[in-house]
C-alpha cells in the first residue's frame, strides 16, 4: 500500500504496510481501486449528464464511494469490494443506456478522448478494435490496473492531483449528509464528476490544476451552506447551549460521527425506553439544534474526542453508534456494543443499513442498551456551544462595540481537527496563552482541546465561540464576512482575524481550500503540513496565500497577534 492523506501518515511521508489508522494494506489498496472506479462511472455519468440522461443513485454512490475512503470512515474490505463491484455494474448500466440512446459508438475510437482510452477503458489509443468492457475487471481481478497514488511520476502533478482528490472527499462528505436531509446541488456534482476526470488527464499541467484546486475550495464552500441550509431549516439554528458533560443513572446509547437524520430517528424510537441518548465527538453540536431539546432523554454529551474512543467506549458501558467517519479500530472489550450505519465500515461490527425513505430500525441497539449499565461518569459541569452564524451575529452590536472599544483586539480561528499525537497539546497550551482580549473561534473535533478550559468571557461575550462540527467553519466564515461588511471593509484580510488551523483528514483539506477560495491568507497549518504537498506546489500556497507552519506557541502568538 502506500498512503499521505492524513496528518498522521508514518514518519510524515506515507504508510506503506499498514495505515497508522489502522487500516489493513489490502483495504488501502481496495480502496485506491474503488477511486479508479469511481473515475470510470464518473466519465460515463458526465456523458449521461450530457444528455440528461443521469440519475440520482449514481450521483449518491460516486458521493458515497469517495466519503467511504475518507481516512476514519471504512476499514473494512469486503464493505470496499462491494463498492468496486457495484461500481462496475452502475458503470456499464450507463454505458448501455448511452449506446442505446446513440450517444455513444462503442467502435468508435473519436467518441473517446485520447487519454480515457489508456487509462480507463484500457484501449490503445490508436487502436480501432472494439474497447473493452470493463464488466470483464472486477474487485478480484482489478489490481492488475496501477491505481496506486504513485502511479502519477511528476511530483508537482501527482501533488496537485492528489490534492484536488482530497478535496473531493471532503465534499463528498458534507454533500453526504445533505443529501440525507433532502438537498443536492447538482452543479458540485458536475464538478465533482469533472474534478475526477481532471486527475486522469495528462495533458492539465500545473497552470490548469492550480486554478482546479481553487475552483474545488469554490465548490467546497457551495457545499458547506447547502449542508448548512440542510441542518438548520430541519432542526432550526442552533442557540447558545450549556451542554451537561456528567451522567445520569439509566442505561445509555452513545451515538458519534456527523449524521443528524440518524440522531433525530435515534431520539424518536428511544422516547419512553427508559434509556439515554449521550453525543460524542463531532455530535456534540447537537444539543445546540432546538428539534433536539424536546426530547427529555438527551442528556448531554459523553467523553471527548475521537481519538479516545477506545478509553471511553470502554467507560460508558452501553452500546455506541457511529454514524460517519471518526472510528477506530475497537477493541474486543466492546466490539459487541458498537453498532455501524451509513458509509462506515468495520469488519466484525454489527451494521444498521437504511430501509426506505432513509428509515433505519434502532430497536436492537436499544434492547440491547437496556440491559447495560448506566455510563462511568468521566466528568461533569457543562460546557457551551452553539455560536453558529445567526446565534454570533444577533449579539453583532455588541462584538462590534467590544472591538471599537478596544475590549476584543483580535479574534483567533482554531478550527479544524483533533488527533491523538502528544503535539496536539500545542492547541491547548496556545488557547491557554491567548491574552485575555482575545476570542477564539472554533469548529471541528480540535474545540476538544480547549473547550473545557475556563477561558471566562469579555463583556458576556464568551472568549470561545463553539459554532459546531467541521462542517460549520462555513459558519465561521459567514460571521468573518459580516464583520468585515459591519466595520466597512473590502477586504475580509484586513479583519482583526487570525488563522491557526488544525488538520486531521480529508475534509479539512476541503475546509482549507474553501477558505483559499475566499482569498483569506496568512493562514497558520499544523502540526505537520501535508505529505501530499511537493515543495513546488508548497511554494505556491506560500507566495499566494502566506499559508505557514506552526512552530511554538510563544512563536506563533507573536506572529499571529
Not at 513546488?536 to 500556497?541: A, D
Request: charge should be negative.
Amino acid at each position: 500500500m502506500f498512503c499521505y492523506q492524513c496528518e498522521e501518515t508514518l514518519n510524515g511521508t506515507g504508510c506503506t504496510k499498514n495505515g497508522v489508522c489502522g487500516k489493513k494494506g489490502n483495504v488501502a489498496d481496495l480502496q485506491d481501486d474503488l477511486l479508479y472506479v469511481l473515475k470510470s462511472v464518473a466519465f460515463y455519468n458526465s456523458k449521461a449528464r450530457e444528455n440528461n440522461l443521469n440519475d440520482a443513485k449514481t450521483d449518491e454512490f460516486i458521493m458515497n464511494g469517495l466519503f467511504a475512503t475518507v481516512t476514519n470512515t471504512n476499514f473494512s474490505g469486503t464493505d470496499i469490494k462491494k463498492y468496486v463491484n457495484e461500481g462496475f455494474t452502475i458503470k456499464d448500466g450507463i454505458k448501455k443506456t448511452l449506446m442505446d440512446e446513440k450517444v455513444i459508438n462503442e467502435k468508435s475510437g473519436s467518441s473517446f478522448p485520447r487519454w480515457i482510452k489508456e487509462k480507463l477503458l484500457g484501449a490503445s489509443p490508436d487502436a480501432g478494435e472494439d474497447i473493452p468492457v470493463m464488466a470483464k475487471i472486477t474487485a478480484d481481478n482489478i489490481s492488475g490496473i496501477n491505481t496506486s497514488v504513485l502511479a502519477t511520476e511528476n511530483e508537482d502533478i501527482r501533488s496537485l492531483r492528489e490534492l484536488l482528490i482530497y478535496g473531493l472527499k471532503g465534499i463528498a462528505a458534507y454533500a453526504h449528509h445533505a443529501n440525507v436531509l433532502g438537498y443536492k446541488d447538482d452543479e458540485v456534482m458536475e464538478f465533482t464528476e469533472r474534478a475526477l476526470l481532471a486527475t486522469m488527464d495528462d495533458s492539465l499541467g500545473v497552470d490548469e490544476l492550480v486554478p482546479m484546486v481553487l475552483e474545488c475550495g469554490s465548490k467546497g464552500v457551495a457545499t458547506l451552506a447547502l449542508l448548512d441550509k440542510a441542518n438548520t431549516t430541519s432542526y432550526g439554528n442552533p442557540e447558545p447551549t450549556a451542554v451537561n458533560i456528567g451522567v445520569g443513572d439509566k442505561p445509555g446509547i452513545l451515538i458519534s460521527g456527523h449524521d443528524l437524520k440518524d440522531l433525530e430517528q435515534l431520539l424518536e424510537q428511544t422516547q419512553g425506553s427508559g434509556v439515554d441518548v449521550y453525543t460524542h465527538g463531532e455530535m456534540l453540536p447537537a444539543n445546540s439544534y432546538p428539534a433536539f431539546k424536546n426530547y427529555d432523554n438527551f442528556v448531554g454529551n459523553y467523553g471527548g474526542s475521537w481519538w479516545a474512543q477506545n478509553t471511553e467506549f470502554d467507560k460508558f458501558n452501553g452500546p455506541i453508534l457511529m454514524t460517519t467517519n471518526c472510528i477506530t479500530p475497537p477493541k474486543d472489550s466492546y466490539i459487541d456494543r458498537i453498532y455501524n450505519t451509513g458509509v462506515v465500515g468495520f469488519d466484525g461490527v454489527k451494521y444498521i443499513d437504511a430501509g426506505e425513505n432513509g428509515a433505519k430500525d434502532f430497536s436492537a441497539i436499544i434492547e440491547q442498551a437496556k440491559t447495560c449499565k448506566a455510563p462511568e461518569q468521566l466528568e461533569e459541569g457543562t460546557i457551551m456551544g452553539g455560536f453558529a452564524h445567526v446565534s454570533a451575529l444577533s449579539v453583532a452590536d455588541k462584538i462590534i462595540e467590544a472591538v471599537k472599544s478596544g475590549q476584543i483586539k483580535k479574534f483567533v480561528v482554531m478550527a479544524g481537527c483533533d488527533g491523538r499525537h502528544k503535539e496536539r497539546d500545542y492547541y491547548t497550551n496556545f488557547a491557554e496563552a491567548l491574552p485575555k482580549d482575545t476570542v477564539i473561534l472554533t469548529a471541528g473535533c480540535a474545540k476538544y482541546r480547549y473547550n473545557k478550559l475556563d477561558l471566562g468571557d469579555i463583556g458576556g461575550i464568551p472568549r470561545l465561540l463553539d459554532a459546531g462540527q467541521c462542517n460549520d467553519s462555513y459558519s465561521l466564515v459567514v460571521i468573518a464576512q459580516a464583520l468585515a461588511e459591519a466595520f466597512g471593509l473590502k477586504d475580509i484580510n484586513d479583519l482583526p482575524v487570525s488563522y491557526n488551523i488544525a488538520w486531521y483528514e480529508q475534509k479539512a483539506v476541503l475546509v482549507l481550500l474553501a477558505l483559499l477560495s475566499l482569498g483569506v491568507k496568512n493562514i497558520m497549518l499544523g502540526p505537520t503540513l501535508p505529505a501530499f504537498v511537493s515543495p513546488n506546489v508548497l511554494n505556491v500556497l506560500v507566495e499566494n496565500f502566506n499559508v505557514m507552519p506552526n512552530t511554538t506557541v510563544e512563536e506563533d502568538l507573536k506572529t499571529l497577534l
